[in-house]
Every structure is written in C-alpha cells, then in structure tokens.
Antibody
Framework: EVQLGESGGGLIQPGGSLRLSCAAS????????VSWVRQAPGKGLEWVSV???????DYADSVKGRFMMFRDDNKNTMFLQMNSLRAEDTAVYYC?????????????WGQGTLVTVSS | SYVLTQPPSVSVAPGQTARITCGEN??????VHWYQQKPGQAPVLVVH???DRPSGISERFSGSSSANTATLTISRVEAGDEADYFC??????????FGTGTKVTVL
C-alpha cells in the first residue's frame, strides 16, 4: 500500500524556522513528483511547493525565498524547510503525490502535520 | 491569476442529488479534479480529469465540464457524503489552483 506520512509540525515563534518531513512507503520518491499543500484553520487548500522526479522544485509566490523543498532518496523522504515564518503560515501541511499524465492532480495524501506560528 | 469559484454550501436530503459547481472563464479547456475532505481528515481524490473515478470511489460520484463551469454530481446522497469538496486545475502560470470549497450538508 502506498502511504505518505508527515511529521515535524509544532508551535514556532514568528521569524523562526521549522523543518517538516514526509516519509513515503510503497513508492520511490526519486521516481515520483510530490507536493506540499497547506490548509489554514477553517480555510481552503493552498499549494505550496513541488519536487519533481528529476529533483527540480517550484514554489508558490507566497513562500518563494523563505521555504525550500528537498528530498533524501536513501531515506525515501521529502522535506520542507520553512524559514522566516509568519503568522499566515499557520496551517496543516499535507504532502501529496502528484500525478502527471495529461493533467496534474494529487492521488495520495498524507494525514497532515499542524504548524502554528505564534508568539 | 486563476480563481475557481464554488458555492460556499449545498444542502441536500438523503437519496437526492447534490450538484457542486466550479466556475472560471474557459475552465472547459482544462482538466478538473475533485477532492472530498471530511472533518479532521486529509482530502481524498473522488474525480480526476473531469469525469474519471479513481479505484474505490463510489459510482455515485460523477463529474462533467462545460465552457465556464465544471460540476461534481453526487447521486443518491448518503449521510457519509457530508464533507467539504474542492475542485482543482493546473495552470501554467499559477501551478496548482484549488477552488474555494463547498460544504455539503445532508439534511
């Protein structure tokens, strides 16, 4: 069974840094595209970043320059390094597998990890 | 930027049909995908590429798309269908775009 599992969330002060992890089982991260998608409390879904199977990455404008996504193929794990955190970054962060066929969508999601940015 | 507009809420009686719309100019030129999210849970893909159902998703869920509106239809609604539903497209300038979300309430 293919599964994704996030960890690393918590309470962090504004301006601080946090690293989220997304561990994969049942799939090889180096041959899949994986995104981070976040959801602020009571709000909708917002795409954050993607790492493609070739290792290239892309980011939403709202996090560009502050967040960095990378992966460790040996650990079969993706990471999201979040710096200069703001209150508006407070959200549940999900990792999700991207399907790239004729279109792009997410077929497998992790359970999410909550990040709270507050003093 | 691309904005996908959904009605905030839809209410439906059990056994009836719920229709959730997702609107944007020329959405018919893109593939639309739909997710169901129950409280406290991660989203689940219920329809992809306008009208295809992933394995394990009930045939009661169906999708369609026209020029400016995509629609998710839930037939013979059950109490377990109560959830938030989000549409999603991919746009070359905005990457992944989600709709504003619709809360489906089963009366």
């Amino acid at each position: 069974e293919v599964q994704l599992g996030e960890s690393g969330g918590g309470l962090i002060q504004p301006g601080g840094s946090l690293r989220l992890s997304c561990a994969a089982s049942g799939l090889n991260v180096y041959s899949n595209h994986v995104s981070w998608v976040r959801q602020a409390p009571g709000k909708g879904l917002e795409w954050v970043s993607v790492i493609y199977s070739d290792g290239s990455v892309d980011y939403a404008d709202s996090v560009k320059g502050r967040f960095m996504m990378f992966r460790d193929d040996n650990k079969n794990t993706m990471f999201l390094q979040m710096n200069s955190l703001r209150a508006e970054d407070t959200a549940v962060y999900y990792c999700a597998r991207d399907v790239h066929g004729g279109s792009y969508y997410f077929d497998i999601w992790g359970q999410g990890t909550l990040v709270t940015v507050s003093s | 930027s691309y904005v996908l507009t959904q009605p905030p809420s839809v209410s439906v009686a059990p056994g009836q049909t719920a229709r959730i719309t997702c609107g944007e100019n020329n959405i018919g030129s893109k593939s639309v995908h739909w997710y169901q999210q129950k409280p406290g849970q991660a989203p689940v893909l219920v329809v992809h590429d306008d009208s295809d159902r992933p394995s394990g998703i009930s045939e009661r869920f169906s999708g369609s798309s026209s020029a400016n509106t995509a629609t998710l239809t839930i037939s013979r609604v059950e109490a377990g269908d109560e959830a938030d539903y989000f549409c999603q497209v991919w746009d070359s300038s905005s990457n992944y775009v989600f709709g504003t979300g619709t809360k489906v309430t089963v009366l």
